[in-house]
């Protein structure tokens, strides 16, 4: 740890005060800046710093984990990994992700634009909010991502030297091992749930024993298939909206992993939210108008995936695997265009993987999700967690037939209707 | 390169001399030890030297491909990876590849055990002799490789930080990516086949797109499924037996990979040797023991391998994957067993497709087998690469739907006489 020290409000200005990375943005002088701890993470410290021209974001990892407390240590590394993820991601899909202004390793802190006015999307979608082209530019995150860090694309001696770096995020990857793809699926000691109500679910689930090799071999996919860099926790607290903009933050928990890992959680929150936001919108006519926008942000996310993902592929094919030589050069379009189709449909079935999962750890495990925890009735939310939890296991059990995103939107909707929730 | 440099029969003496490895062995004085260049493979030096109480292999490498010279450069870090892959397959299956008694970074080489008397498998296979034990004993290393280097049984940093290591294999795993997986289906430059008889196969193999787009599936396999240390080159050249015993050498391919690429690779040369047979034994029922012995240990091979990764399934599953928690300490048996054939069956499929891929670029691209290149009238030649080129494309081709090794050999055994060979 060496020279590492925690920043505070008190000590920021007098630290960090004589950086160009905060002068030149915040002018004045660093003694009148304003400083607020603002960190609701679970695990870092995140700091606003404002000026009499502008702001910024200061964001410092803790040598543990800031939920649970320094019992759980977690390397100071992380905060490499994140700057190496944002620098990737900047560059893959520009605009998407915060600018970074200063990185220092030894003192695990990055210093980066502020986004503003955005606030985190699972507040915007608690308060009923929509945002304006969400589906369409996470989609194009997510596919920019998984195809600019692949074989796809980039020259195999980069990505074989990206997969070594990101293999040394073991500590981040092992809380996605354990809270993610095992907790969950027995009485660990960190999990949760609303009980007794879900009791009864919660047994069926763990007994079922089909899930949970299914489970298994998703974990093994998250494990060994290092296809592309991973965001590694995209979900609705990962990203930063307005009414119209989206941005994607955190990207800490970086790894090499499958492609549809990023989406495939981030479709599971969608999923949440559209089950729980029933307990958010009093009206009718207005949650379900919300419930459609949801379930058309899981089409339109998954649309554009595939759409930027195939334009990529007819033009910015330029790595080791499916080359033209063999293809187009060949006039052989149609193996081009047939192997496409493969991958994506090898994507959308890890994806719904992934989904399931996500729908069952944020519901059983440790780290639970505001849709559902700031509904304070417990009989309220029991239902639809239950509904969440069952369309978890159907996604798992059923991904490699589930035929299209439509459909899958189509058996929400249905379901959900048939069940009822007034 | 820095103080690298290569050595000669003349110098080896005078620079190794002193060293603990070769004195211990060998006795006597180094002046008086009998030192022979004997490598014949494709890449690197190999010396026999021999004292008068012993002998031992001194393996340097080169810095360029020693088949085509120094236009083809090659790094020397390659001894680096045989090294670390040497002291772990000696750690996951003992006494399975010879002993390490130095290795010197700096001058690429290793000095290591003298496996005395045994030849390469090639050249035994090609005399008709057989190996007795030989399905079993590289059945079980690719098992206790398979299992042992993986997220099964690793300590997941562990894991992590090897496939780190050998990710660094730049070079040779981009050997494999071309001449394995790409050139053999197209027109490229070093390829080189039986021509003109092959012509017509060889065009209906690059004109088969459903096949280049199956092949390059694989390659992402090869690239992304990074789930154990694969020795890289498993064939008929990286074993060396004698009447009753097998060993394994030359790991400098070794990389992160899919569990089922050394089997498959092994499995597809076993393949062509059964095709190619037939040219080097005159006696017809002397060539038909010795075909039956060769698909006996396909077959002996694959079944070892499942009851091997069985076994230590059930024994030494003590990595991240598929944990006792969720399964054995449930007592959900049946889970832990339907996850075990499940992965059995799909390490299977990858060995079909890995198999079928061998048995192309053997006969199409650069490097070819001596089963065949020692068949000296093309046109005997020809018509046994053709089953094979033909097996190879429906091995790959079928590889989701062939249930069973013992369904792939009666298949082999039927084709085989359903066409003759005399």
């Avoid at 090799?213 to 909206?241: N, P, W, Y």
């Avoid at 991958?343 to 519901?363: K, N, P, V």
């Amino acid at each position: 740890m060496s020279d590492y020290k925690a920043l505070t409000p008190e000590t920021l200005s007098a630290r960090l005060g004589t950086l160009d990375a905060m002068t030149n943005l915040l002018g004045g002088s660093s003694t009148d800046w304003q400083v607020r701890e603002v960190g609701d993470g679970n695990l870092n410290l995140v700091f606003i710093v404002e000026g009499t021209a502008g702001s910024v974001i200061v964001k410092q990892a803790l040598p543990y984990v800031r939920l649970v407390g320094d019992s759980w240590p977690l390397p100071l590394k992380r905060a490499y990994f994140e700057y190496h993820a944002l620098i990737r991601q900047a560059e893959r899909d520009p605009g998407s992700v915060p600018e970074i202004l200063h990185f220092d390793e030894t003192q695990a802190l990055i210093i980066m634009e502020r986004l503003q006015p955005h606030i985190i999307l699972r507040q915007q979608m608690i308060a009923g909010r929509k945002v304006a082209g969400l589906g369409e530019t996470i989609g194009r995150f997510c596919a920019r991502n998984a195809f600019r860090g692949s074989d796809l694309s980039m020259e195999t001696a980069k990505k074989k030297a990206d997969l070594a770096l990101f293999s040394d995020n073991v500590e981040l990857c092992d809380i996605t091992e354990n809270l993610v793809f095992t907790d969950p699926y027995f009485d660990a000691e960190m999990n949760r749930y609303t009980t007794p109500q879900l009791d009864g679910v919660v047994a069926e689930l763990r007994h079922d024993q089909m899930l949970k090799v299914e489970v298994q071999h998703m974990k093994r996919a998250f494990s060994a298939k290092a296809e592309t860099l991973c965001h590694g926790d995209l979900h609705a607290g990962s990203i930063m909206v307005t009414d119209d903009e989206s941005r994607v933050i955190d990207p800490e928990f970086a790894f090499y992993g499958p492609m549809g890992f990023d989406i495939g959680m981030l479709i599971g929150n969608y999923l949440m939210a559209y089950h729980a936001i029933s307990a958010h919108i009093a009206d009718d006519a207005a949650c379900a108008s919300y419930q459609e926008w949801v379930l058309e942000t899981i089409d339109e996310t998954w649309t554009t995936f595939c759409d930027e993902f195939s334009k990529l592929w007819r033009t910015e094919r330029t790595g080791i695997l499916y080359p033209h030589t063999l293809y187009e050069d060949q006039g052989h379009l149609m193996a081009s265009e047939l192997a496409l189709e493969q991958l994506l449909s090898e994507i959308f079935e890890d994806l719904l993987g992934f989904a399931g999962i996500e729908m069952h750890r944020r519901i059983l495990g440790l780290a639970h999700i505001a849709e559902f925890e700031t509904i304070e009735d417990e009989d309220k939310r029991a239902p639809l967690e239950t509904r969440s939890l069952k369309f978890g296991q159907a996604l798992v059990m059923n991904r490699k037939r589930l035929h299209g995103i439509d459909r899958v939107v189509a058996m929400a909707r249905q379901s959900q209707t048939g069940t009822g929730t007034s």
